[in-house]
T-cell receptor
Framework: AQSVTQLDSHVSVSEGTPVLLRCNYSSSYSPSLFWYVQHPNKGLQLLLKYTSAATLVKGINGFEAEFKKSETSFHLTKPSAHMSDAAEYFCVVSESNTGKLIFGQGTTLQVKP | EAGVVQSPRYKIIEKKQPVAFWCNPISGHNTLYWYLQNLGQGPELLIRYENEEAVDDSQLPKDRFSAERLKGVDSTLKIQPAELGDSAVYLC???????????????FGEGSRLTVL
């Protein structure tokens, strides 16, 4: 069975500094992986996705993630945090045969001025 | 293009009362999902529809929860009777799955927050 583990429930950074949100996955085959973002009282929005093409995936708002099979990781990064990046971030794995999305527990990103 | 629309946004009821949530997906999206999101947790799938057919309802507590998607467009999720533990956000999402490789991109509504007193 597929699963994802987000290693930090809460991450706090200063505006202008790098962001790192960590995610490890478990899958018996090459997975499809995603990062979704949820701003307060808003719907979840897809940030980026990995589907076995390039291992470095670029998403919206300057975010990117690198798929590392040897480490079973799919960490989300951004070179410079902005106040508007403060939100809840979810790492997600997809079951290829059903398309069912399995969400991690989420990481709350706080950005301090 | 309009996004996924859910109503009501907020609902407060007493336990044992019924409640219903409505979802209008993005036009042309034939796959519709209902997710449950408890506080501090990731969303969990309740039910998935392909057009009007429920193709995955294994996580739906069928003793008190029901859902329908008549005509393969709008959907309603009902809880009867509600319990204290049902307090959560109920998310609706849709996707334009066409039968090819699944892209995994879902478009979510803003959710319906239920508080059961």
């Amino acid at each position: 069975a597929q699963s994802v583990t987000q290693l930090d429930s809460h991450v706090s950074v200063s505006e202008g500094t790098p962001v790192l949100l960590r995610c490890n996955y478990s899958s018996s085959y090459s997975p499809s992986l995603f990062w979704y973002v949820q701003h307060p009282n808003k719907g979840l929005q897809l940030l980026l996705k990995y589907t076995s093409a390039a291992t470095l995936v670029k998403g919206i708002n300057g975010f990117e993630a690198e798929f590392k099979k040897s480490e079973t990781s799919f960490h989300l990064t951004k070179p410079s945090a902005h106040m508007s990046d403060a939100a809840e971030y979810f790492c997600v794995v997809s079951e290829s045969n059903t398309g069912k999305l399995i969400f991690g527990q989420g990481t709350t990103l706080q950005v301090k001025p | 293009e309009a996004g996924v629309v859910q109503s009501p946004r907020y609902k407060i009821i007493e336990k044992k009362q019924p409640v219903a949530f409505w979802c209008n997906p993005i036009s042309g999206h034939n796959t519709l999902y209902w997710y449950l999101q408890n506080l501090g947790q990731g969303p969990e799938l309740l039910i998935r529809y392909e057009n009007e057919e429920a193709v995955d309802d294994s996580q739906l507590p069928k003793d008190r929860f029901s859902a329908e998607r008549l005509k393969g467009v709008d959907s309603t999720l009902k809880i009867q009777p509600a319990e204290l533990g049902d307090s959560a956000v109920y998310l609706c999402a849709s996707s334009p799955r066409t039968g090819g490789p699944y892209t995994g991109e879902l478009f979510f509504g803003e959710g319906s927050r239920l508080t059961v007193l």
